[in-house]
């Protein structure tokens, strides 16, 4: 099992930087595939990002590539979200996941393939 918190919000300009940091407790994180979905108000949560477990494997939401950067280090058991040129419509609580992949060397993009859910950071792009 896996504990996940994230942080690195808040608020920022449009075309400005932001990156998340989601922090694993527990053991074997190098084990686990993770991935960043965001939910905006009234809306359902996305898929944002995902990494493989050895990090060899990435994958973006077309909204977010050219843009975002998915990056892990195992042996600080975290994952992270380099955001940039952040637009108005990126503004969201960003969530990460993470799901036991010992065996699959690829990515997850669906939020039902997760089973383990941080509490989420709010990001809030002005105009």
């Known amino acids: 099992q896996v504990q996940l918190v994230e942080s690195g919000g808040g608020l920022v300009q449009a075309g400005g930087s932001l990156r998340l940091s989601c922090a694993a407790s527990g053991r074997s994180f190098s084990n686990y595939a993770m991935g960043w979905f965001r939910q905006a108000p009234g809306k359902q949560r996305k898929f944002v990002a995902a990494?493989?477990?050895?990090?060899?494997?990435?994958y973006y939401a077309d909204s977010v590539k050219g843009r975002f950067t998915i990056s892990r280090d195992n042996a600080k058991n975290t994952v992270y979200l380099q955001m940039n040129s952040l637009k108005p419509e990126d503004t969201a609580v960003y969530y990460c996941a993470a799901e036991p992949s010992s065996s699959y060397g690829g990515v997850y993009t669906g939020a039902l393939d997760y089973d383990y859910w941080g509490q989420g950071t709010q990001v809030t792009v002005s105009s």
């Open positions: 990494i493989s477990w050895s990090g060899g494997t990435t």
